[in-house]
């Protein structure tokens, strides 16, 4: 009987991720870039200042909007951006490099519009504010229904399932050093609970710090090893182009397989248009909701374009992915270790460590605040909380194949639920951007006022 399920879970999987959504998301990240005018180039100098702008008065205890940014960071960069990246390269070849950043700049005309809607259809709450996509479901369409299951699939996704595994990579991790999987899931779970028991205000503090030091640490490795293979980096971006449009075949293929796995892992790792990174833009503090949704579109391009990048350059620059029997991080650690020797196996283990952990945190917050959705009493959030923390020992033991594809396919139906919401909903977000673009051009910082849009009610924070 399980394998069955798994054999038709699989089969929705591959049909899913390999045509519906790829589709989707590249036709509505398009379709949105065009109709703002790809503002996630024009306005990067904007991401920038708003990611370090004076932080607005605070009347509800909310976080800053700096401190959702690195929430979100802290869930989107996982154990994928080494694995996941290695794999791309070792099967799409590296030409999937140069797909994986064309999806990233196509994905974030998606993000800017999903996190502004996150903002524009938030909720107060006794800690700041809590919103999302299911939110925006229930106050923009009218539909509590659809918002409903897109939290029920949020909370299974990211609550339990993907934390589960990022527990499993931990201890797998250090399994080569001879730590007991058990203890070592306990210590886990102990420090989890610290940090999730103290709600988004903690979660948001630790993150702050952890997202910038796991940031500078790892690209700082990788531009080491670059400035030291630098006579090679020509060569490594000739590759790179050559490869993504079938000119010179690469280890995997050619044009074909680079575009699959290319855009495969910018989606699966910045999440831009999945509705799991709005979540966390709910939370801030901001005068206009189109700042906040240019700081997290900015986050996919810390995830995409230099955290991920720092992993390809790595492995393209030593060879590594040509490597006889080597899969996932094992190809990044082979990187490492023929780069700087034995303490590259110290290194990745570490990086395991701070963005597993950080992403369990997280996504810990994206179930939270769904939770909180379908029901607001404190012992159900406990309840939830403790779940957690239970999900992180049963991971570091488990084997969690089934598990893991289970919640691939949920996070197919729900990434499938948000897009439709975004394009039903992206005329609000398309007239709240020009409000913030107007209002730039006239040399003012934005402040948003809901009556001044045009079909916009339930703002309960903007009014």
């Not at 996941?84 to 490099?97: F, N, Q």
């Not at 029920?152 to 990579?169: D, E, M, P, R, S």
Request: glycine fraction near 10%; charge should be positive; hydrophobic fraction near 55%.
């Amino acid at each position: 009987m399980l394998e069955i399920v798994e054999q038709i879970v699989g089969f929705l999987n591959d049909v899913f991720w390999s045509y519906i959504l790829i589709i989707l998301l590249i036709g509505v990240g398009l379709f949105f870039s065009i109709k703002t005018r790809f503002a996630q180039i024009v306005l990067f100098k904007d991401m920038l200042q708003q990611l370090t702008a004076k932080r607005p008065a605070d009347k509800h205890r909310a976080i800053s909007s700096f401190q959702a940014f690195c929430v979100s960071t802290a869930s989107r960069v996982g154990t994928g951006n080494i694995a996941g990246v290695a794999i791309a390269i070792s099967l799409g070849g590296p030409g999937a490099i140069f797909w994986m950043w064309v999806i990233a700049i196509i994905g974030a005309g998606s993000s800017l519009i999903e996190n502004t809607l996150a903002q524009v259809y938030k909720v107060k709450d006794p800690t700041g504010y809590r919103g999302g996509p299911a939110y925006y479901m229930q106050k923009g369409l009218n539909a509590r229904w659809l918002g409903a299951i897109f939290a029920v699939l949020t909370i299974f996704c990211y609550g339990f399932a993907f934390n589960a595994v990022q527990a499993n990579t931990i201890t797998s991790a250090f399994s080569t050093f001879g730590a007991d999987p058990l203890m070592l899931g306990l210590v886990l779970a102990l420090l989890t609970g610290i940090v999730i028991f103290g709600g988004i205000h903690r979660i948001a503090h630790v993150t702050q710090y952890l997202v910038p030091f796991f940031a500078t640490l790892y690209i700082g490795v990788a531009l080491f090893i670059m400035i030291k293979n630098f006579a090679q980096l020509p060569a490594i971006f000739t590759l790179i182009f050559q490869s993504a449009f079938g000119i010179k075949e690469a280890v995997g293929g050619g044009m074909g397989a680079a575009i699959m796995y290319g855009v495969r892992r910018g989606l699966f790792s910045n999440e831009a248009g999945m509705g799991s990174v709005p979540n966390a833009a709910a939370t801030a503090e901001v005068s206009h909701p189109v700042k906040q949704g240019l700081v997290q579109t900015f986050g996919v391009f810390v995830d995409t374009i230099l955290i991920c990048s720092a992993t390809a350059f790595m492995v393209l620059v030593t060879d590594a992915h040509i490597g006889i029997g080597l899969e996932g991080v094992q190809i990044a650690q082979a990187a490492l270790v023929s780069e700087l020797g034995p303490i590259g196996n110290y290194f990745i283990t570490l990086c395991v460590l701070l963005f597993a952990f950080s992403s369990i945190i997280s996504n810990y917050y994206y179930g939270e605040t769904n939770i909180e959705f379908l029901n607001t009493h404190a012992s159900v959030c406990f309840i939830y909380r403790t779940a957690v923390v239970l999900f992180v020992v049963l991971g570091s033991v488990a084997r969690l194949v089934t598990v893991w594809d289970i919640a691939d396919l949920f996070m197919a139906l729900m990434a499938l639920t948000n897009l439709i919401a975004i394009m039903l909903l992206g005329r609000i977000a398309l007239d709240v951007f020009k409000d913030y673009v107007e209002q730039k051009k006239t040399g003012k910082d934005p402040v948003f006022k809901a009556s001044l849009i045009r079909r916009l009610k339930n703002t309960d924070c903007w009014d």
